[in-house]
């Protein structure tokens, strides 16, 4: 029994850690932690992951046993590395969906809304269409098989037992930053827009008092939305093309490694 005793836990471990960094990795990544995702749907893909990956993950060099201080330690250190890895593929959408609260919240289409599916509150409808969008396009250019490959490949940048570089997280405020600016670059053409139609309805306002500002600006606001809206969605693929490959790079510097862009 003492025999088989390191055994058991070296393959209990070899299992367990994979599952915890993949797990925390399916918990928080996009498209995919959502409400609308079954939980035990989720679980029971990142097993299936799992056992697809293990054949490919580097064995463990230390004597493992899950349920020491050190394992404990472990097991921390690989779900915190697949939940940071997981919370920069959200960094995607979450640009075009602060870029569709400000347009709509200046162009008067934020009094729709729906309950966002990730987060589980009301948010305009003009971010959760950009959402979606950024769901379908998401799949359709394969961003979950080239993240779950990056998945893979940080078992081999950082090992089982170790953590991620100091650079990476460092980097990682820095660009939560980025991503936020990104998004109100994006919506910078329809506030700058707004802002000369509701300058020129107070002229008009001054000018003419009996005109209803309240009845023919509302009217004129949302009309005018609606257009910039339709004319940003032909610089969709390019922004998130660009965005993309700038999520796919930091979250190779986040496990140490250098990627060039991905997509074209």
């Known amino acids: 029994m003492n025999v088989l005793e390191p055994i058991t836990l070296q393959a209990v471990a070899q299992l367990v850690w994979p599952l915890c960094r993949i797990s925390a990795f399916f918990a928080t990544m996009f498209a995919v932690s959502g409400n609308s995702f079954p939980t035990m749907t989720r679980a029971l893909t990142a097993l299936a992951v799992t056992v697809c990956m293990l054949p490919s993950i580097p064995d463990i060099t230390f004597d493992a046993n899950p ?55 009301n948010n305009a409808i003009v971010g959760q269409f950009f959402t979606v969008l950024c769901t379908l396009v998401f799949f359709g250019v394969n961003g979950h098989l080239i993240f779950l490959r990056l998945l893979l490949e940080s078992f081999k940048t950082v090992p089982i037992g170790s953590f991620l570089p100091m650079y990476g997280l460092s980097q990682m405020f820095i660009f939560f930053g ?80 250098s990627c060039d862009g991905i997509l074209e």
Request: glycine residues 10%; contains cysteine; proline residues 1%.
């Open 67 to 121: 349920f020491s201080g050190t394992g404990v330690l472990i097991t921390i250190k690989e779900c915190l590395i697949g939940l940071a890895m997981g919370i920069s593929t959200l960094l995607i959408a979450q640009a075009f969906a602060l870029a569709g609260q400000a347009i709509a919240m200046q162009t008067g289409l934020g009094f729709a809304s729906l309950v966002d599916p990730v987060s589980g509150t």
């Open 178 to 257: 980025s991503i936020f600016a990104a998004g109100l670059a994006m919506s910078l053409s329809a506030i700058c827009t707004m802002l000369v139609v509701n300058f020129t309805l107070g002229v008009m306002t001054k000018a003419a008092p009996q005109l209803n500002i309240f009845s023919l600006g509302f009217a004129i606001s949302m009309t005018v939305g609606i257009i910039v809206l339709y004319l940003s969605l032909n610089a969709f693929m390019s922004n998130y093309t660009h965005y993309f490959n700038e999520v796919f790079n930091f979250s190779c510097t986040l496990i140490g490694t």
